[in-house]
């Protein structure tokens, strides 16, 4: 116990000397962003990135210290003999149909492709001992990954970093689609972080609030880059990306407003002090839709105008490195708002009461040119009494037509019409100025086929329960209130001889 | 006269007897601080946390894991040295009304799983093979160092596990069980090869004591539940999760931890009194007899916390700088030679060399071939 306390001091003291003697330029740097980007949809999107570039050749140098490259991903790289690493935990599905296109999409559950460097000679027993140590990296059940469920693609998947050749015998790509993502995989990512949501952007990475959400995905990206515009040396690039997709009525409850707190449940007090380049980018390009603005408050100072995605885009920028935009005394908490503008319409509507009066709708609408506008209404009729049927219920029952009153431009200047002395047609109606004309017209009326009773039916069902109650109560009533007696025939009466007389003659026992 | 020399004679003797009897308290005294320090013989804490049941309707079991999880991290034990193993995701399953949350008591008022958490074995991992092979350090080639339980001869070690139990065996995850023969041999495996110093085992099932009947190995305690023959009941249900958050023992075991900070002097005949029968419905057991120690000795912490025994010393100590290390920190500056042409980023979709890859593809069989070879 003391001698390791010695050896720290030891370590500690020469480390001091080593590094006050030589002022050299930081070899790593770190940016950070945030890009916030409303959908069509009403929901809001958040992608987080953090990158730290690394100017150092891994593979030539034994390297010992570690300042923002974090030491777990340096390692591997340097053991495996990695060319890029891609890593990604997903929950959820991008809507591509109603969100628009992702910055960078991946697949449900986990996926990871690498490329390894040619001087690999065993790449399956190097991609499985990859898999196993990134598993208690990320604690993520990654050891599952054998060869039943890897590939290697020969025609996608090219390095997204600089390469030398691209043999596709040393790129390995899995999915494991059943991995489920939650904190204890947002735990190891975010400590990987130079500022470990402590500072900058990554205080915002709270998971109650991250995994509250319709689509959840997080990676780590390492790859080659360029150092210099001359590309004549390497940089390592790690980038760490998480995007979030906050929904309009489970998070929301309905309503289009968002501001960061309410988003992450918390707000930006400072940048990251570690970091060279702090920004939040908010996507304003469709900023009007649907007659509604998007006002950011507080006001950007400056934008961004690019072509992304095949799509002119415009960002707010706000700069955390900045002073004016966030300082010791006053915290970021953007806002985005939807404005409507105030409507010059009108709009009467008076709902139906039963048996005393119909609905009545009557709305005053400007059309914009060149459109097509469709007016619905939906309706119920409400069940009448079996008396108030008509006496053809099957023929259905009519909804009246609705009226269009238009002011229509006309193409051609009119002049005031004198009603003496223009034709009849013309001085139907009023003219009010010269540059458009009346017009009122109907549309169909709706004939509606209603389930109608059956009209025989009370009929029927006092002819049964009347032949129920005669049979089964009349009968018990005779068996309950007559009495049974018997009774004496009679002796006499001529016709009872006679008849006794055939009998005998027949040979019928008499009566 | 003689009354007179008497008194001084008795004066002197009882001065002599009270103070050699200070002399004899100090020395002891001294003797009861030495003694502490090598009260127990630990130097290392480890802590095994399972939780073995799936489903959604089992949420109890995993939140009875986390909040044992929250005690041991909070009293002191890093997350390096805790194996966590939950057989199912609660947290973030589909139906979990506040996701990324487990709580362990109604109305929501804590919050176990919390916003930094590891969990090293976790969904289909959790088997009967992996937790034994975890306690016996047989765990396969590649397994990486959070998986591991690599303890010495002087580790303390925790093991907790809740599930759903019968009569000498635990199940996990509704598919395999694990019998208390199976775990105590796991154990003497672990007492030969030295994996620990002393052991605790807390398990919280039904019929939990049947579990550490069969143990025969030195250092062993262990605490259940529940008794052969009872069931370990849940504790309450929250109407807005729609489940059972906790089962009742470990709740009380939970309350009874959270007064715990790491300088307490709490010792475990305080935790074998925590769930009576009148709030806990099952009969609590426990097991001492392979303990060497006196359970009234042992303090809380020696097996929930990671209380390290410090030696603070006024000497200085003068360094002597080492020309080696100073060469090597001197090496780094030197700029990376450059090369001579510039590099190229790849073409993500180049469409004609993938049509007629059809070569490159054959000759890369062959080189295969010839690796293979």
């Not at chain 2, 309707?57 to 390096?80: E, M």
Request: proline share 6%; aromatic share 10%.
């Amino acid at each position: 116990m003391a001698v390791a306390v010695r050896l720290a001091l030891i370590v500690l003291l020469l480390l001091g000397p080593g590094g006050w003697g030589h002022t050299e330029p930081s070899r790593d740097s770190l940016r950070e962003e945030l890009v916030i980007t409303p959908l069509p949809s009403g929901d809001v999107a958040a992608t987080f990135q953090f990158r730290t570039r690394w100017d150092s050749e891994l593979q030539r140098e034994e390297v010992s210290h570690y300042r923002l490259f974090p030491k777990a991903l340096g390692q591997l790289i340097s053991k495996y003999s990695l060319q890029e690493l891609h890593l990604s935990f997903t929950q959820g599905f991008w809507r591509t149909r109603y969100w628009g296109p992702p910055f960078l999409q991946a697949p449900s559950g986990a996926e990871l492709w690498v490329w390894f460097q040619d001087t690999v000679t065993d790449v399956d027993k190097s991609w499985k001992e990859l898999s196993n140590v990134l598993s208690g990296i990320f604690c993520a059940s990654l050891n599952f990954i054998d060869s039943t469920n890897t590939v290697i693609p020969t025609a996608s998947f090219k390095p997204l970093g600089l390469a030398n050749g691209t043999d596709h015998y040393f790129l390995r790509y899995a999915v494991l689609p059943r991995e489920v993502v939650c904190t204890e995989n947002l735990t190891p990512w975010k400590k990987l972080l130079p500022c470990s949501s402590k500072a900058g952007l990554s205080v915002l990475l709270k998971a109650d609030r991250l995994f509250h959400t319709s689509y959840h995905s997080q990676a780590v990206h390492i790859r080659p880059v360029c150092r210099n515009a001359r590309c004549t040396s390497i940089s390592w690039e790690l980038r760490q990306t998480l995007s979030v997709v906050f929904d309009a009525f489970v998070t929301g409850q309905g309503k289009k407003d968002w501001s960061l707190f309410r988003m992450f449940s918390r707000t930006l007090t400072e940048p990251c002090p570690l970091a060279a380049e702090s920004r939040v980018y908010v996507d304003i390009t469709s900023s009007k839709q649907d007659n509604e603005t998007l006002e950011v408050n507080p006001p950007p100072l400056t934008t961004y105008q690019d072509v992304i995605l095949g799509t002119q885009k415009t960002y707010a920028v706000y700069d955390l490195l900045d002073t004016a935009v966030i300082n010791n005394s006053r915290n970021l908490n953007l806002q985005l708002k939807w404005k409507r503008p105030p409507e010059n319409g009108y709009i009467h509507y008076q709902p139906a009461q039963d048996r005393l009066q119909p609905h009545l709708l009557e709305m005053l609408i400007q059309l914009p040119a060149n459109s097509v506008t469709k007016v619905s209404i939906q309706f119920e009729r409400a069940l009448l009494k079996w008396t108030e049927y008509t006496p053809d219920p099957n023929h259905g029952f009519y909804v009246s037509p609705s009226v269009l009153s238009a002011l229509v431009p006309s193409i051609v200047a009119s002049k005031p019409v004198d009603w003496e002395e223009s034709p009849l047609f013309n001085s139907l109606f009023p003219g009010s100025d010269s540059s458009s004309y009346f017009v009122r017209l109907y549309t169909e009326p709706l004939l509606v086929n209603l389930p109608t009773p059956d009209f025989s039916m009370p009929y029927n069902v006092i002819c049964l329960t009347c032949t129920v109650v005669a049979v089964c109560y009349g009968s018990f009533y005779n068996l309950l209130t007559r009495t049974f007696h018997i009774e004496e025939p009679s002796k006499g009466g001529l016709a009872k001889r006679l008849a006794n007389l055939i009998r005998r003659a027949r040979g019928v026992p008499p009566l | 006269m003689a009354a007179n020399s008497f008194r001084p004679r008795v004066l002197t003797a009882l001065a002599g007897l009270l103070a050699l009897s200070f002399g004899s308290l100090a020395d002891s005294r001294i003797e009861d601080q030495a003694e502490q320090f090598f009260r127990s013989g630990h130097t290392n804490n480890w802590a095994v946390l399972v939780c073995t049941s799936r489903f959604w309707f089992n949420y109890r079991h995993v939140a009875n894991t986390l909040s044992v999880y929250r005690s041991v991290k909070r009293l002191g034990i890093p997350d390096s040295h805790i194996v966590l193993m939950l057989a199912d995701d609660m947290a973030c399953n589909a139906r979990n009304p506040k996701p990324a949350t487990v709580f362990s008591h109604k109305n929501m008022e804590l919050n176990v799983y919390g916003d930094d958490v590891e969990v090293d074995y976790r969904s289909y991992e959790v088997t009967v093979e992996n937790f034994l092979r975890v306690l016996t350090g047989r765990v396969p080639p590649g397994t990486p160092r959070s998986k591991r339980l690599l303890s010495d001869d002087r580790s303390n070690i925790l093991i907790y596990m809740t599930g759903h139990g019968g009569n000498g065996f635990l199940k996990f995850q509704d598919s395999e069980e694990i019998t208390n023969i199976e775990l105590a041999d796991a154990f003497e495996q672990m007492w030969q090869k030295r994996r620990y110093n002393e052991l605790l085992f807390i398990i919280d099932t039904c019929q939990g004591a049947s579990m550490y009947e069969r143990f025969y190995s030195p250092n062993i305690m262990a605490l259940a539940s529940s008794q052969v023959g009872e069931d370990s009941l849940s504790h309450q249900p929250d109407p807005a999760i729609g489940v059972h958050l906790m089962d009742r023992y470990t709740f009380y075991v939970l309350e009874f931890l959270e007064e715990i900070n790491p300088a307490s002097q709490t010792n475990m005949n305080d935790l074998f009194q925590v769930c009576p029968k009148s709030l806990c419905v099952s009969t609590p057991g426990h097991r001492t007899d392979l303990f060497q120690r006196d359970p009234k000795n042992v303090l809380i912490t020696d097996f929930f916390g990671s209380v390290r025994k410090v030696e603070i010393t006024t000497e200085t100590i003068s360094l002597q700088p080492d020309l080696g290390i100073m060469e090597s920190s001197n090496k780094e500056d030197q700029i990376d030679e450059e090369r001579m042409e510039p590099l190229k980023y790849a073409e993500q979709l180049p469409v004609a060399q993938i049509i007629h890859q059809e070569n490159l593809f054959k000759s890369a069989i062959l080189l295969l071939g010839q690796r293979m070879n």
